[in-house]
């Protein structure tokens, strides 16, 4: 995954939050933090770097101005249409002769174990 965003000056998590704000729309930056599962310094981190890179702009949340919203730029808009998608390559890599049905099935039983795993130790 890094190697394929390296040209473009991006890391993965830099990569998740611009696929999260060009498939969802605008999203506080609160909301992402719990999305990505990472803590609120390194999305604020995360968030500076695309800013400064003129990929994401912060908005004043229009019903609390504590909060802020975060959008893709016109930049970053046209960034995220000559990203390749590193996880269709990695998918691609790793599934590479794997029959469809097998495949379905792995994602069904890690979605499974996933949700378990997230309701007996929810994030806070």
Known sequence: MESLLRPFDLG???WYVLCHLAEEGPTPQSALVHTLRVERATMSGIVA?????GYVEQIPDPGDQRRKILRLTAGGEELWERLPDP???ILAI????VPQEAQDHAIDVL???TERLTAHHPRK
């Open 49 to 53: 770097a695309l800013v400064r890179k």
């Open 94 to 97: 790793a599934f590479e002769g």
């Open 111 to 113: 979605r499974a174990a």
């Open 87 to 89: 996880v269709d390559e």
């Open 12 to 14: 993965p998590t830099q």
